[in-house]
């Protein structure tokens, strides 16, 4: 699925920018900018458009497990590898994030080996910026002036960033 199948994007009459081409030339300053989906190029990203943009909403299709740094090696093979993963990955969300529901929100209902294992250090600490937020309701639409989630809220925004468009159940639209 790409960017172009997504209900009602085509709509949409801002900016639209992948991931893989967002620091070519785009000025986000000042700008309201929806990231679209959690891979790995765009939990990478937020903290730097955070750090430029006014605000940033992050939509999620479903939590990752994420490291603040790559993880050497093979612990072991099959439910151990598992455990301790997952033990490593809450103990960094647990030390990142002081808010329970944001870390609630945040923390995978997968085993490790159901998803990609993330390496992103600031992430978790872009998302508590006051001009950062984690949105975890699923996208209904794209709208004229944005993204419209299923709670019936519409998210107005300047600029969309895709990252991945399928997320772990092969969708964003629900």
């Keep these: 699925m790409t960017a172009s199948d997504l209900r009602g994007v085509d709509t949409y009459r801002g900016d639209r ?27 990478r990203i937020v903290p730097e458009l955070a750090g430029i943009a006014a605000f940033v909403k992050v939509f999620q299709c479903a939590p990752r ?64 910026q006051p001009n950062c937020k984690l949105i975890d309701w699923p996208i209904a639409t794209f709208s004229p002036v944005g993204v419209r989630t299923s709670d019936g809220v519409e998210h107005h925004v300047d600029a969309i960033v895709f990252g991945d468009a399928r997320g772990r159940d092969g969708q964003y639209l629900r």
């Design 17 to 43: 920018i992948h991931v893989e081409s967002w620091h070519q030339g785009y000025d986000f300053a000042d700008k309201r900018v929806a990231v679209i989906g959690t891979d790995s190029r765009t939990v």
């Design 65 to 128: 497990w994420i490291f603040p740094y790559a993880v050497p090696g093979q612990f072991t093979e099959g439910p151990v590898r598992q455990w301790v993963v997952a033990r490593l990955a809450r103990a960094h969300l647990r030390t990142q994030v002081e808010d329970p529901w944001l870390r609630r929100q945040l923390t995978p209902d997968h085993p490790p080996e159901a998803t990609r294992v993330l390496v992103a250090g600031d992430y978790y600490r872009a998302l508590q």
